[in-house]
């Protein structure tokens, strides 16, 4: 028989026993739906995160430092290579040599200090650092009340929400509701900060430099002293940040952000130049780390060797995300396992189904092969029910699916609306899943219907038709 | 045949032939012989007429011919196919287009219309839909239902479902008509309308007919021979000789 004939006769049988064959493609149908809405729910929450790893930056950025800085680690490749002493400074030329590496944005010094800051004559310690332009999209600063830095050198600052409770002396007791960034915020715009800080100064340090002076860079590089004048440097504060845009970099993260060119103007005196000191071969600045922005995520492997092969250490989170994404592929399994356990039980019901037909259409089987119908065609009929039904549950069950995805998500972002929190998509029904449901529930059918589709071909003629 | 000289040359090749047929069947302890060595012959355009009361083995004869049953030994040779040596493929075949079987009980199906269960060979035969609908309707015609095509068989008399299974069995044009109790289930004056219409397509379409029946009167009005069976076993085979007298006069008068 040709396949439109067999759809046609198989869409007329299904009709026959509407109710029984309807109530088994709904069956197919809820299969089909917990399946989508699993799997939906994973790709949904896994491009929840690569989104929101994406921005934060983690995954293009390779964090440098040299071999002096990170010792005793325990790490196979500390070991390796030259000793501490020998290995490379992280300066300013090794910083630019970086920046020239194929596939790098930028390359910029990690600022990092401890200092005191004034607000309303009251000091406040706190952990500082710079930031760069680029800055601006990590999607930490999403949610951030006030403006970026306009300026790379603008005298500026953007707190971490938790500062600005310190500021205000409203840290919250351990477990009440925190407040709001913008009730923080309004208070705190606009209004200064006077930063206290050690500055670095070449020696002799006989007139008395301004705040904001480039260093002198008149290569008298044999002078190797330097003294440490204390500053102030006022600050305006420009925005308030909701979420902690160094989360990664644990107990040094810093409250505090400056834009990067003001910070290096400053030239504040880093913890490192402390290490350095009997070593210092001028005044130039060493950094204790650099963060290098590589243009995509694929690439930070080859730039990470690059930067090893000139001897300093790099860290990023690539090892981090390979076994994220294991853990997605581990998750991806489970919810595909119990949305094809729905799919499984609806699968019997297709066999019950069919083993019920046969019993109820022993007859006319019987008069199809009397009048020419050959075991093959018997066969195909069988086939050909119970890929409608799988289909027709399939496109039934993708739509269901879809709309449990949409109504969960719906309630999920009404409820982080009340919490505050923007909005997010955790549920995700790509083309590939509707195809591959609809050709799944298909194929799951098919195979449900070998038993009776064969047990319907061997039926003996003569047999069926004995009996009224 | 001598009693019946007005039979064409095409008439003394020989449709189905049978020899030492057996059909065995086990129930349990008990083997049943339903067919139990019949050798038989059926001239191509021949009417014959199998006779038996209930349990003789004429429907299992009549089933072994169709193709639907395989013989336990003996040999069965239709239109010179050895029937025993088919695949289930090529049986199946055989039956669509060598053979068209009318049934006691019509054997519709009840879901489809007329014209969807005449159809239905040919759908098998993978003829196409345009042609397929021309040949059924011209089938339908043929036997007096082109106006209740679109009707299903529960919504027929017994006497209009006869007569569109008839137009099913007619469909692929098939050299052999095998009706198995064509007139159990239908009055007399239907079944002889019936049985007029199969001897007009033995007549004018020079089709083969076996026909199987325990009505001995119907079978002196319609057969040329008539084939006794009791017990599984050939017991009588002659030539009916009023229906010979019949077709003489027939023939005589064209």
């Known amino acids: 028989m040709k396949i439109p004939d067999l759809t046609e006769l198989a869409l007329r049988n299904l009709r026959e026993s509407l109710l029984r064959n309807s109530l088994t493609t709904i069956g197919i149908s809820v299969g089909v739906a917990s399946l989508v809405a699993m799997l939906s729910l994973g790709t949904g929450l896994q491009q929840l995160f690569s989104r929101r790893l994406a921005k934060s930056g983690l995954f293009d950025t390779v964090l440098v430092s040299s071999r002096r800085e990170l010792r005793g680690m325990g790490r196979e490749e500390e070991r390796k290579g030259p000793t501490p002493g020998e290995s490379r400074i992280l300066d300013e030329p090794a910083r630019l040599e970086i920046e020239r590496l194929p596939n790098v944005t930028e390359a910029y010094p990690d600022i990092r200090f401890v200092t005191e800051l004034r607000y309303e004559d009251k000091p406040h310690l706190t952990m500082i650092s710079a930031l760069p332009q680029s800055a601006k999209s990590n999607d930490a600063f999403d949610g951030m009340q006030g403006t970026f830095f306009s300026s790379d050198n603008e005298a500026a600052v953007i707190l971490q929400k938790s500062f600005a409770e310190e500021l205000l002396g409203k840290t919250p007791p351990l477990g009440a509701a925190e407040p709001s960034v913008a009730e923080l915020a309004k208070p705190l715009l606009g209004k200064e900060l006077t930063m206290r800080y050690a500055q670095r100064q070449a020696a002799p340090a006989t007139q008395t430099p301004l705040a904001n002076e480039p260093a002198p860079s008149d290569g008298s590089v044999t002078s190797a002293a330097y003294s440490v004048v204390s500053r102030e440097q006022k600050l305006r504060i420009v925005g308030i940040s909701d979420l902690d845009p160094e989360s990664m970099r644990g107990p040094t993260r810093a409250k505090v952000f400056l834009p990067l060119k003001l910070a290096e103007s400053l030239h504040v005196m880093l913890p490192t130049d402390l290490r350095e000191i009997s070593r210092a071969a001028s005044d130039q600045p060493v950094y204790s780390s650099i963060s290098v922005r590589v243009k995509n995520p694929a690439q930070v492997e080859g730039v990470e060797d690059a930067i090893k092969k000139m001897g300093f250490t790099t860290f990023s989170i690539l090892d981090a995300s390979n076994s994220l994404r294991q853990v997605f592929r581990v998750l991806y399994a489970f919810l595909g396992i119990f949305g094809s356990l729905a799919l499984t039980v609806a699968s019997i019901g297709i066999v019950n189904t069919l083993v019920m037909a046969i019993l109820e259409r022993r007859r006319e089987i019987g008069i199809m092969k009397a009048i020419g119908a050959s075991d093959a065609d018997v066969k195909k009929l069988f086939f050909a029910e119970a890929g409608a039904m799988g289909i027709l549950g399939g496109i039934v069950g993708v739509v269901l699916g879809w709309a449990i995805g949409q109504i969960i998500n719906l309630g999920i972002n009404i409820y982080l609306k009340s919490q505050s929190v923007p909005p997010e998509h955790f549920w995700a029904v790509p083309l590939w899943l509707v195809v591959f449901s609809i050709i799944f529930a298909f194929l799951v059918s098919l195979v449900s219907g070998l038993y009776p589709a064969s047990r319907a071909a061997k039926l003996d003629p003569v047999q069926a038709l004995r009996y009224e | ?254």
């Open chain 2, 1 to 254: 045949m001598t009693t019946a000289p007005a039979v064409s040359a095409a008439r003394d090749t020989v449709a189905i032939r049978s020899q030492n047929l057996c059909r065995h069947y086990r129930m349990g302890e008990t083997l049943i012989r339903a067919v139990d060595g019949v050798s038989l012959e059926v001239r191509a355009g021949e009417f014959v007429a199998l006779l038996g009361s209930s349990g003789s083995g004429k429907s299992s004869v009549l089933n072994l011919i169709a193709g639907l049953d395989r013989p336990t030994s003996g040999s069965v040779v239709v239109q010179e196919r050895d029937l025993a040596q088919l695949s289930r493929e090529e049986l199946a075949k055989y039956r669509l287009h060598v053979v068209g079987m009318v049934f006691q009980s019509f054997n519709l199906i009840p879901s489809m219309t007329l014209q969807e269960n005449v159809e239905l060979p040919l759908r098998f035969a993978e003829v196409d839909r345009s042609r397929r609908q021309t040949l059924a309707r011209d089938a339908l015609e043929r036997v007096g239902l082109r106006a209740r095509m679109e009707h299903r068989p529960s919504e027929l008399s017994g006497g209009e479902q006869q007569r569109a299974a008839l137009a099913r069995a007619l469909i692929n044009r098939p050299q052999l008509l095998l009706a198995d109790e064509p007139t159990g289930n239908l009055d007399s004056h239907t079944g002889t309308e019936i049985l007029d219409m199969v001897r007009e397509f033995n007549r004018e379409l020079g089709m083969t007919v076996v026909m199987v029946t325990h009505e001995r009167a119907l079978a002196e009005r319609y057969a040329e021979r008539m084939i006794f069976l009791a017990d599984g076993k050939l017991i009588d085979d002659r030539p009916n000789a009023a229906a010979a007298l019949d077709l003489r006069a027939e023939g005589g008068e064209s």
